[in-house]
């Protein structure tokens, strides 16, 4: 690394630092607390002054129950907390406040804290989820009773659409040295089992069923796909979907329609060509839309699903074929022209990074393309996973096997793509038997404009397969794996989330 490039690497890490502290600030906003200090009927004061409070604001009262004792230590671990009140913010002091009470009973030395009915925010995506990370009410539908809005300066919340507190951040000044790079940076990927999955899983993506913003994680197996509801920090078994028959081969949960709702497009071959369906949330259940869809269908840019929705021609004797741009418009697929893919695109492994097109070729080469130029190739073969199709020979068979598709992520102020490449066993190259000894992640971002790069992420070695690697709206980064035994019985995968450091 440059003497330049680690010295701004040193000046941006205090800087970000600094970023993460004014985002906490806000967080601590919403987490206030105090005391009432005497009740003269239907007034109360508390002991929030006007560093703490404001007019018009309100806040629960909340009185202590019963203790809370481990069951196994018999240790008391907190007590019950039950709201017995309301009360609004009238006239502010310096170290004390007057409040209406407004509903319930108020007592000397109970404790009061922010009530915040509803929460929105107004801004870039990046500081939504850094701050969907503090505060998991926040929202982006409009209007609420507090707004948090990040401006130019920094971050300003609004109370009833009155301004009632800013937090600058910090700005980055003109150092006089070239920006620095992920290139330049060492990244440790430290993973973290989150659950076992009872089968090899062929594919899987994030979704939002409901429309209402609950993730649920749908994996992809070969006869039926699993819905798990992300949950805080766990993972929730909701339900099972069984597929039609054909051999599935991917599954992407993409806004298609004029709703708010993701549906999820599942990738299969019947007979000798592709006849996929299209799926969508009723409750705690998948409904078939659209069945014997004669591609294989991706969205390539989930920013813009339905100028990005591709589909593409697929059977066992010429495998990959044309591509033409599609439309769901209502319960009906339409083609709507013809989408101009480079020579050798492949739907499977497709997506969006920026401004490039980034996809692995049947060569399994990944190559990024931006407009109608590549930009960048690998020599040395990526592509590889336990998903594939059997294609019969007059001796024999063969072997069709599908590519896993990338995913994009930030770290710090840098966008990039993670790109997998699964390493094949003796056993695959001589007698075409599917086995892997491990998968890995590969660092894919922007050196500097039309100039990428790819570097592998360190720990990310995975035993076996990777078969999809994923981003939810937090930036959590969640990886499946799989592998396989010598009877079916042991096949089976896991779900691992990835965090990144920096060494």
């Known amino acids: 690394m440059g003497k330049k490039a680690l010295i701004l690497i040193l000046f941006l890490i205090p800087l970000t630092l600094k970023a993460q502290e004014v985002y906490e600030k806000v967080g601590s906003f919403f987490q206030r607390e105090g005391y009432v200090v005497k009740v003269e009927g239907q007034k109360v004061v508390v002991d929030l002054g006007k560093d703490k409070v404001r007019v018009g604001e ?62 929105c925010f107004q801004g870039k995506e990046e500081t939504f989820f850094k701050l969907k990370a503090l505060l998991p009410e926040l929202k982006k539908e409009q209007p609420c009773s507090y707004t948090i809005k990040e401006l130019e300066d920094g971050i300003g919340v609004e109370y009833r659409d009155s301004p009632v507190a800013f937090y600058s951040a910090p700005r980055v000044g003109k150092v006089g040295m070239e920006k620095a790079n992920l290139e330049d940076i060492n990244l440790l990927g430290k993973s973290r089992l989150l659950l076992s999955l009872p089968s090899l899983p062929l ?87 659209i069945r014997n869809v004669p591609y294989l269908m991706g969205v390539l840019n989930k920013e813009k699903p339905r100028e990005t929705f591709i589909g593409q021609r697929y059977n066992l004797r010429t495998g990959f074929g044309q591509s033409v741009r599609l439309s769901l418009e209502g319960e009906n697929l339409r083609e709507i022209g013809a989408f101009l893919a480079p020579r050798g695109f492949r739907i499977d492994s497709a997506f969006s990074f920026e401004d490039y097109l980034v996809f692995t070729d049947s060569t399994g080469r990944v190559r990024v393309f931006k407009r109608d130029g590549e930009v960048f190739s690998t020599e040395e073969g990526f592509g590889g996973s336990y998903t594939y199709v059997e294609i019969p020979l007059e001796q024999g068979k063969m ?53 990428v790069f790819l570097k592998p992420l360190r720990g990310s070695n995975f035993e076996e397969t990777i078969q999809g690697v994923l981003t939810t709206k937090d930036g959590r980064i969640l990886v499946i794996t799989g592998r396989t035994g010598t009877l079916t019985i042991q096949n089976r995968g896991d779900v691992y989330e990835l965090e990144l450091r920096a060494l």
């Open 203 to 289: 594919s899987a993506d994030i979704c939002d069923l409901t429309g209402t913003g609950r993730e649920f994680l749908l994996v992809l197996f070969s006869g039926r796909i699993s819905a798990y509801e992300l949950v805080k920090k766990d993972i929730v078994k909701r339900f099972d979907y069984s597929l039609p028959a054909g051999v599935p081969v991917g599954l992407q949960c993409v806004k298609i329609g004029d709703g708010k709702e993701d549906f999820v497009l599942v990738n299969m071959v019947a007979g000798d060509s592709a006849s996929s369906l299209i799926l969508k949330g009723v409750g705690d259940s998948l409904v078939p839309l």
């Open 58 to 119: 309100e806040f629960d009262l909340l009185r202590e129950g019963k203790e809370i004792i481990h069951p196994i230590t018999k240790q008391v671990i907190g007590k019950e907390k039950q709201v017995v009140g309301r009360i609004r913010i009238e006239e502010v002091q310096d170290n004390f406040s007057y409040a209406r009470l407004i509903e319930g009973l108020a007592k000397e030395g109970e404790r009061i804290k922010l009530r915040v009915e509803n929460l």
């Open 399 to 451: 072997n069709f096997v599908f590519n896993p598709r990338g995913t994009q992520g930030r770290f710090l102020d840098f966008s990039f793509a993670l790109v997998i490449k699964n390493h094949t066993g003796v056993v695959q190259r001589f007698l075409d038997i599917l086995k892997y000894t491990r998968g890995e992640l590969f660092i894919l971002s922007e050196k500097r404009k039309d100039l």
